[in-house]
């Protein structure tokens, strides 16, 4: 079993990496054989999306010298993904938001059939916001949501109290099991169905040699035509 653990913030040893570690122990000691990859997205360097679409040709990047495609291969392999980011002006950090674009999660359905867990970590409020978008971030790239937590915490503060401690062990727990069961919700495979057969699919048949990249990536996964 193989799972993606992403830091969105950009200070490595904050509430959100705190949070994001604690699930890591927690899964590691109700499992030690599970592999999991745990990225600080900061330790990277990710230039921006410059918009020229050879990903949707190739499915890869053209800027092959930040190592964007190192991390898709990572989640694209795991069983299952935890991500968590900062509220920064009631949004997902930027850096985040870069990576989402870059990773091209949305066409490539990167999260395809994939449970998933979003961390949102707050000082003052519009957690619920930020939540909201990072599950349709999940949905829109063929993953369903798991769990969603919104975590207040001052800044500078160990978010890690026993309570916490309690609510990510259980969240560990229902996430290895839905992994496990191998079973998406109904709901959550006719989401996926409809944006893949209703908005993706016949946007890119009306040029099919431009998306080619995406299709055969689309077969790999058994997201049949």
């Given at each position: 079993?193989?799972?993606?653990?992403?830091n969105g913030s950009p200070r490595k040893n904050g509430a959100t990496f705190k949070i994001l570690n604690c699930f890591k122990e927690s899964l590691e000691n109700i499992d030690s054989d599970i592999d999991i990859e745990?990225?600080?997205?900061?330790?990277?360097?990710?230039?921006?999306?410059?918009?020229?679409?050879?990903?949707?040709?190739?499915?890869?990047?053209?800027?092959?010298d930040d190592r964007i495609e190192e991390i898709h291969e990572i989640i694209k392999n795991s069983d299952g993904l935890i991500w968590g980011s900062p509220n920064y002006a009631t949004h997902i950090s930027g850096l985040l938001r870069n990576f989402y674009d870059?990773?091209?999660?949305?066409?490539?359905?990167?999260?395809?059939?994939?449970?998933?867990?979003?961390?949102v970590t707050y000082e003052n409020g519009m957690a619920v916001k930020v939540l909201k978008v990072m599950k349709e971030m999940v949905s829109y790239a063929g993953g369903y949501n798991v769990k969603s937590m919104g975590i207040k915490n001052p800044f500078n503060k160990d978010p890690l109290d026993k309570?916490?401690?309690?609510?990510?062990?259980?969240?560990?727990?229902?996430?290895?099991?839905?992994?496990?069961?191998?079973?998406?919700?109904?709901?959550?495979?006719?989401?996926?169905?409809?944006?893949?057969?209703?908005?993706?699919?016949?946007?890119?048949?009306?040029?099919?040699?431009?998306?080619?990249?995406?299709?055969?990536?689309?077969?790999?996964?058994?997201?049949?035509?």
């Open positions: 079993m193989k799972i993606a653990i992403i745990f990225v600080n997205l900061i330790d990277y360097n990710f230039k921006y999306c410059i918009g020229c679409q050879h990903c949707y040709k190739t499915c890869k990047c053209i800027i092959s870059r990773v091209n999660m949305l066409m490539t359905q990167l999260l395809y059939r994939k449970p998933c867990i979003n961390i309570k916490l401690k309690c609510r990510i062990e259980k969240s560990a727990k229902t996430f290895l099991k839905k992994i496990q069961q191998n079973k998406p919700p109904l709901l959550s495979v006719l989401y996926s169905k409809i944006v893949i057969n209703v908005f993706l699919r016949p946007f890119m048949h009306k040029n099919r040699e431009q998306y080619q990249g995406i299709l055969n990536n689309w077969a790999e996964k058994g997201i049949a035509e």
